[in-house]
């Protein structure tokens, strides 16, 4: 079974005659394991896929299977059970909440999984240990560097144990040194944790660090490369 099948999906936003065509039939294969950079120019379609990907958008039509499950089909109670089972995500701002530490930034999935507060509390310490900041866990976001605050982010996302990723612009607020904390971080986790991750990305130095490119334009797939990039 395939872990993630797009088939011909469309996109669209508008009515005619002013329809904006986001993306033009698009077909992908996600295999289990894989590091995946999605590049291209704004307006390429690449953050219309991940919002696909991650049942944050519906295509117009087209058919999204993962794990064998016709996602466009379920309703959006479903799919909400989709992305708080199955899906973490990391953004650019971080998403992380104001006035709280970084335990509970980590914990708030969850308690939207209703786990008793003593296994959330061992899970979000070993997620936080995961990323280096277990000695950190008592300090509020306005006490956390840029690339702290990030790595809060990963804790958070991988917490609940998902089966695939989604980073959008992981490494666009920080510098380059914390850019390169955050991707050998999260190439670990798909390495020796075996989670699937689908980047979005601007940067080609953090490239190297996956193990498929695929580059959009126009709404369509122009390069799709495994392998060493």
Known sequence: MQFIQLSNIHKSYGKPPHTFEALKGVNLQI???EFI???GPSGSGK???ANILGTLDSPTSGIYEFCGVNVCALNLKEK???RRNYIG???QGFNLLPKTTALENVELPLIYRQI???ERLRISMEALEMVGLEKW???SNNELSGGQQQRVAIARAIASKPLFLLADEPT???DTKRSIEIMEILSRLNKDFKITILMVTHEPDMVKYTTRKILFLDGLIQQDLKGNI
């Open 47 to 49: 953050s219309t896929m």
């Open 116 to 118: 008793p507060k003593k």
């Open 89 to 91: 995500f990391i953004f």
């Open 172 to 174: 666009g607020n920080l």
């Open 31 to 33: 295999e289990q394991r």
């Open 80 to 82: 909400a059970l989709l």
């Open 137 to 139: 866990y008592n300090h």
């Open 37 to 39: 950079a999605l590049m």
